[in-house]
Structures are given as C-alpha cells and as structure tokens.
C-alpha cells in the first residue's frame, strides 16, 4: 500500500486594506516568511488580498487592475529574491483579461459563453482572481466561477465569470483552486474538482460577518469536500472595510468531513495544518472540459516532501454570540477608524444605555485616550442622567466634558416659533451642530449612537443624534444593546475589572429627555414587540399576511411598517455602520425613498380593528 503524501499547509488569515496594492503585498510577503519558518509548503491568502476587499468600483478602472496585475508579478520574483520562492503561495488579486467593452451588468455563465476563443466583449472586463506563486513566477491563474449578487453582493456588476480549473501538482499532491462562492454552490467547481480528480482543494474567502454565520461555514465546507472528494482548505479574511466586517474563521476539513482544524475568530492568524493525502486513492485524473468548465493541469514538483512528525491541528473554540457580536462591533470600528487615518473619535453621553455602550466599544477598540465624551444637557435633562453620563466616562477612564445646550435652545426659540415635534429635535439638532463643531476643532470622528430599532423607525433626528461619521449600533436592535451591555459588564465582572456600564443606564426606562417626562413607551410598543417585527420585515422581507402569521398585534404591524416605510429617506443619509444581522440598513437593503407600495392589513382583520 502507498504511503499518504504529507503536505503542511498554512492559513494566512490577514487584514488587508482597500487599495493598498504596495501595503497588501507587504503583508503576503511577511505572513509567507512566517509560514516558511514554521516549514509550510504551501500558504493560502484570502480572496483579493492584494487590493482589498470589496474594492466596489475601483475595480472598474483599467489602471487599478492592471496595477493589481503588476503588482502580482513583482510579488511572485519579490518572494523568490527574499528566499521563499520553495513556498507555494495562493493569493487573491483583481485580474484584468484583454479585450474590449465595459463588463456587461448580465453574469449568468452559459455554454456559449464558455467556449474557448469567443468574441465576446467580456473578455475585456475585470475579473475576481486566484493565483499561485512559485519560484519567482505567476505558475497557475483561476478566475471565480460563481459571482454572488445578493444581498451586500455586487460581483455581477464587476466581474466576468471563470471558464478554467487549474490543477497544480505541488509535491505530487494535485491541488484545485476555487474561491469563495463557489463553494455555495453545489455541483460548481468543486464538484468538477471531483470529477477531475485531485488531492486537496483551496478556497481563498472574504466572507462578511452575520451573526451565527460560522455555525453555516462548517456544514458547507463539508458538503462541498464531500462532493470534492478530498479535503478543502477554506481561508478567510479578518478585519472591517466600511459597513462590512470580516471575522476570520478560517478552516480545514478532511474529505470525510472531519474537521482538522479551525482559526479564532476576529482577530489575524497563521493556521498551520498538517495533511496526509492518499492520491492512490484517487484513481483517474481527468483535463479538458468537464461540465461547464476546463480542467487544465500545471505540474510544479512530482516528488513528495521528505516524512515528517505531524502535529495536530489546534481548533479554535467558537465565541458565544453576544462575545461574536462584540467583537465584531469593536473590530468594525477600530478598522474603520485606523484605516482611514482618524486619530480619535467623539461621542454625546446622554447617560442612557446607548451612549453608555457605544462608549464601551470606542475604548475597547481605540483605548481610552482616544475616545471623548461630551454631556450635553437640556432643560429636560433628568440629574440621574447627568450623574449616569459622568459615571460611564469614568468607569471607562475616557475624556469628558460637559457644555449644557439650554442657553443655545433658548436663543433658538427667541428667533423662531417651533412646538411639538419641531420643538423637541431642535434640541438634538443644537447637540448635533456643537458635536460636529467639536469634531472639526479637534480632528475627531463624530460617532452616532442611534440603534437599530430607531433608525428602523425614525427616531433619530436628521442633523442631530443621527449625525456623525460613523455609527457602531446602526445594526444593533434595541433588545440587542441591552444584552451587549449585560454580557459586556459580566466579562469585566468575571475578570474582576470595573465594569463599564453603569447599572442604571440599562435599567431605566428609555427616554431621549426631548420633554418633560418623556419616554420611548409614549409613542412605540415595547421593544420586545418592535424588534421581533422589525427582525420579520426587514431582515427576513416578510410581507403582511405573512407577519400576521407569525403571530404579531395586527395594530402594532401596521403601525410600525408605516414607520418603516417612512423613514426611509432618514436611512439613506444616515452614517455607514457595521453589519451584524441577515439585512443591514444600508447597502444590504436598498430600496426607493419614493415608494407608493405599502403592505396593507387583509380585509378581515381591517374589519375586525375598526
């Protein structure tokens, strides 16, 4: 019986940054030196990582892809002229194909588009690309099958689909190349793979955090081994890019289905794994057309590596869900601040329990020096709530200041007659304009501390508590920020640190102090209520037959949709946030402002109402 072929494959789980060509390859280059000391043979870089992902449309300029061809070049004779030229290297790029046109808007792959040699304008457009590096040279090129174009996906705007699978045989191991999507897709690359015939297929990722996404990323990585024959080695980018945010959770499965090992979420990281492959097993390797796509072969070194002691490979243990969630604000706001070179970031403290969390996660993710509070109390401002801000401030050792805004409101309603609903945003609009002031004096960020219930409806001011570069709970439900602060004051009570948020800013009933005894209860149904219709219509696109189904108040569905619905035009000019549910505001729901379609109650419960 033959002797299974050993292969020790790393994982590099990276952060790179958009648009940073010469940065990214950097980073390829030092995560490769740190592979080849720990003896890898092979290294997988995640999808694009040399221009960042999603690079939108810088992708379609020429002068950019044919940058990121360039640079993929002079990467491939970098890492040889640094000694690592022995190390294979997968690394995602943008490639640009010759031709002539702009890529079509249509990317369904069909068999006439497929055939080799055709004329077909798309030719000219970018392409989502994989490449092996090796001894100084560009060895093997796939381009992405599948392009998703859902939800925050826009890859068939950008990209041509793929036609070629390449097969390397690195060290008489045969390895396929795929890249992210197409490992959604069954009967896709990997089952040609199958067909094919190889040893051990890679898969490059930037597959964007949702909560409990890691819990889909292992059953799918085994249907498509499975389907592959042999062991998928599935590497996925880390960090946050605007409203996206990328947690890492690289990992690797047998063919059987047995996970070897796993990365920590959220943070960057070399996984090293050890593979035993049986190519005996593997009794006919085919090339050419299989399916929709071609086979085509590249053989490196048909000789094995020399035996080695494996070790096992470690998996990371997966992080309770409002931890996931934590993490995934902290990393989502640390990367879009130090990314765009933002020295630091200002905040209004109002004492309640959004100001208090969002707070929490800028000292988390920046530190305390560079994070200011600022109080800003009205007439309306209850003492519990001054007393609360300064308490939250100071559990977390960050700046604060406290400027009362009743002199500017007052110089306000001298000028011009406003009451109700005028009257009370005018004061949120009075904080807005002093915290932008204060951002523009001092070089800060402005964050907004609107959650995700009250961008849903409408409840956060335009030019006032809305305003602000960026906003960490834009996607956080209400319900949702209460347990962030529970779980959050618990990880710091069980390591005995102080714990940031201060009790009374999560139990009060919420308020916006707009008025004399003002709360959220006055004017919304609980939160319970609104966030588990707001989860149904927004998140899951359930129309009103269906709510009603589900069980909600007919009275409060309608109500609240109609809130949703209008609000629309607030949504579209409210700050970027990180996405952590199935549907984010934002690029992940688009829909008219100018919209006459309304979800409307059926007619037997219209009745049973009036």
Known sequence: MTAPVQLRVALAQVDPRVGD?????????????????????????????????????????????????????????????????????VVGYLAHTEGSGPAPVDRTPTDAEDSPGDANPRHGAPRNAAALLHGGRVVARYHKRHLPNYGVFDEARYFVPGTELPVVRLHGVDVALTICEDLWVEGGPC????????????????????????????????RRAAEAHAPIVYCNQVGGQDELVFDGDSLVVTAAGELLARAPQFVEHLLTVD?????????????????PMTVTRHVLSEEPVATFEARPGTVADPLADAEEVWRALVLGLRDFIDK????????????????????????????????????????YSSEGSLTDAADSAQRLGMHYSVVPIAPMVEAYRSSV?????????????????????????????????????????????????????????KDVLKTLVWELARWRNAYARDRGE??????????????AELAPGQQDSDSLPSYEELDAVITDYVDRDLGMAELLERGHDPAIVARVLRMIDLAEFKRRQSAPGTKI??????RDRRLPITNRWRESLPSVVEGAQS
Do not use: C
């Open 21 to 89: 060509l010469a940065g990214n390859a950097d980073l390829v280059v030092d995560w490769t030196r740190r592979s080849a000391t720990d003896d890898a043979h092979l290294v997988v870089f995640p999808e694009m990582t040399l221009t960042g992902y999603p690079a939108e449309d810088l992708v379609l300029r020429e002068s950019f892809a044919r940058a990121s061809e360039q640079t993929l070049v002079d990467l491939a004779a970098r890492l040889a002229a640094d000694g690592l030229g022995d190390t294979a290297v």
């Open 191 to 222: 089952g040609v793979a199958g067909q094919a015939g190889v040893d051990l297929v890679v898969s490059p990722n930037a597959s964007p955090y949702e909560r409990a996404k890691d819990d889909l990323r292992l059953p799918l990585v085994q």
């Open 275 to 291: 593979l035993a492959l049986d190519t005996a097993a593997v009794t006919e390797r085919r090339e050419g057309r299989i399916g």
């Open 340 to 379: 765009n070179g933002m020295p630091s970031v200002v905040l209004g403290m109002s004492g309640g329990i959004d100001s208090a969390l969002v707070a929490a996660l800028a000292v988390d993710a920046l530190g305390a020096a560079r994070v200011h509070g600022v109080g800003l109390p009205s007439e």
């Open 417 to 473: 007659e406003l009451s109700g609903v005028a009257a009370e945003n005018l004061q949120a609009r009075v904080r807005g304009t002093l915290l932008m002031g204060l951002s523009n004096q001092h070089g800060h960020l402005l964050l907004a501390t609107s959650n995700k219930s009250e961008v849903a409806v409408g409840y956060s001011t335009l030019y006032g508590d809305a305003a602000g570069g960026f906003a960490p709970i």
């Open 498 to 511: 102080v714990e940031p948020i201060p009790q009374n800013s999560i139990d009060k009933p919420p308020s």
């Open 581 to 586: 549910s199935l549907k984010a505001f934002g």
